[in-house]
């Protein structure tokens, strides 16, 4: 398996654009989680989707952010408008039985620069 | 909400030494408590799992434990290398509530 798979690695972008991260779980994973990691923060957890439908999105920082799941497959954390502070890295990481305990799989990141 | 606490924030040893890094959390009903090293630039990589009904798990030279009933894990590393200089981070999975993650020990072996 090729593992977690996120795209782009590195996005920079200015502020006010609108910024798209992909992620595509392991294959056979019924629960993928969004995380952010800077250096202030450390790693925060945003949102995470069980058998596609979002169970806890209490960490999107605002309105600006959004997540979807449309299939098993795919996921997509957008941005709109972006902002400076917006800056970070973001994993996406996936499990198989989550409530059961299952292990955690991360994506490489994408290092987002907004400017 | 669930919180993790790492202690120490920054280690660093000589090469060959024995080490524990620990980690604290507040929610005992947790399913299980993962550690991951991050080496700086890339992923997490995940090193051991402990279910909430084990009490510990070893992998070559790491061991890690857990102690429900105290709240807190260990990790450790036996006869230190410097390929193992990397943040070392903790985290805890509870059912449908968030899993928090520790902000990790930074961890520096000496040749």
């Known amino acids: 398996d090729a593992g977690v798979i996120q795209s782009p690695r590195h996005e920079v972008t200015e502020m006010g654009q609108e910024v798209t991260l992909r992620c595509k779980p392991i294959s056979g994973h019924n629960s993928l989680f969004w995380y952010r990691q800077t250096m202030m923060r450390g790693l925060e957890l945003l949102i995470y989707?069980?058998?596609?439908?979002?169970?806890?999105d209490s960490g999107m920082p605002e309105d600006r952010f959004s997540a979807k799941m449309p299939n098993a497959s795919f996921s997509t954390l957008k941005i709109q408008p972006s902002e400076p502070r917006d800056s970070a890295v973001y994993f996406c990481?996936?499990?198989?039985?989550?409530?059961?305990?299952?292990?955690?799989?991360f994506g490489s990141g994408t290092q987002l620069s907004v400017l | 909400k669930q919180e993790v606490t790492q202690i120490p924030a920054a280690l660093s040893v000589p090469e060959g030494e024995n080490l524990v890094l620990n980690c604290s959390f507040t929610?005992?009903?947790?399913?299980?408590l993962q550690w991951f090293r991050q080496d700086p630039g890339k992923g997490l990589t995940s090193l051991l799992l402990i279910q909430s009904s084990q009490r510990e798990q070893t992998s070559g030279r790491l061991n890690a434990s857990l102690d429900k009933s105290s709240g807190r894990s260990t990790l450790y590393i036996a006869a230190s290398q410097p390929g193992d200089s990397a943040t070392y981070l903790c985290v805890g999975a509870a059912g449908r509530r968030a899993l928090t993650f520790g902000s990790g020990t930074r961890l520096q072996v000496q040749p």
């Open positions: 990481a996936s499990s198989f039985g989550y409530d059961s305990g299952g292990v955690l799989f």
């Open positions: 929610d005992s009903a947790i399913y299980n």
């Open positions: 989707f069980n058998n596609n439908v979002p169970i806890d």
